[in-house]
């Protein structure tokens, strides 16, 4: 099979999948990620552009973005309210079962003390800070309106930004692949250049931020 057929398979069944029940587990992932530390196993991100190469028009666009909007803010403020009631415990048993991640806990405590609003805003863009942050604030007795008003930016534009371009991917290969067979290389183009400045800018924002978490 080659790379034009296989990705038409893929993006078959995916399509296959109910528009409703693609937008939802998007979100409900996107919520997990940052209210229950699954963003420390699974990447949320890579759910939502799986979910969004299935989008067939502008209404399934602007759905998938509200839903991880939303499942976004209800996740961290989720995470926020579990960090009040239990950041110690937390931070106990992430010390007893995943030292590594307790470490990172004390590391994202010191973020906040020097950065305060702008680390929460960043966070959503950094790798394993975005799952530990709601928490770690809600444990430091910040303000939920200083919260939200920090994260929901943050969240708007990371929705955008991946709810886009799965569907830029998939739409521009559906449109290219009856007359170009090398259509499957632009849609692996799309997301592995996104992908890669994606990486690039976390890469270079925790060299940036890495002198406020030591």
């Known amino acids: 099979m080659d790379l034009n057929a296989w990705i038409t398979s893929f993006l078959d069944v995916v399509q296959s999948v109910e528009p409703w029940l693609r937008t939802l587990i998007a ?3 996107i919520m997990l990620e940052t209210s229950v530390l699954l963003g420390l196993v699974v990447p949320g991100d890579t ?3 799986v979910a969004a190469t299935g989008i067939e028009d502008v209404v399934q ?3 998938l973005v509200a839903a991880c909007i939303v499942g976004a ?5 989720i995470g926020f309210v579990l960090g009040r009631w239990l950041g110690p415990r937390i931070d106990g048993f992430l010390g007893r079962r995943w030292p590594r991640a307790a470490a990172q806990w004390g590391r994202v405590e010191r973020y906040l003390r020097r950065r305060g609003g702008p680390a929460i805003f960043l966070s959503r863009f950094l790798p394993v800070a975005h799952s530990l942050v709601p928490l770690v604030v809600g444990a430091s007795g910040m303000r939920y309106r200083r919260f939200i008003a920090w994260t929901v930016p943050a969240c708007v534009l990371w929705a955008l930004a991946y709810g886009s371009v799965g569907w830029l991917a998939a739409g521009s290969f ?3 692949s009856e007359t170009l067979h090398g259509a499957g290389y632009v849609f692996v183009a799309i997301i592995a250049v996104f992908l890669a400045l994606a990486w690039l ?3 270079w924002l925790v060299r940036r931020e890495s002198q ?3």
């Open 73 to 77: 803010i209800l996740g961290e403020s």
């Open 61 to 63: 666009w602007a759905a």
């Open 201 to 203: 800018a976390k890469r």
């Open 174 to 176: 559906r449109e290219l």
């Open 27 to 29: 979100g409900v992932a």
């Open 47 to 49: 759910v939502v552009i």
């Open 212 to 214: 406020h978490m030591d």
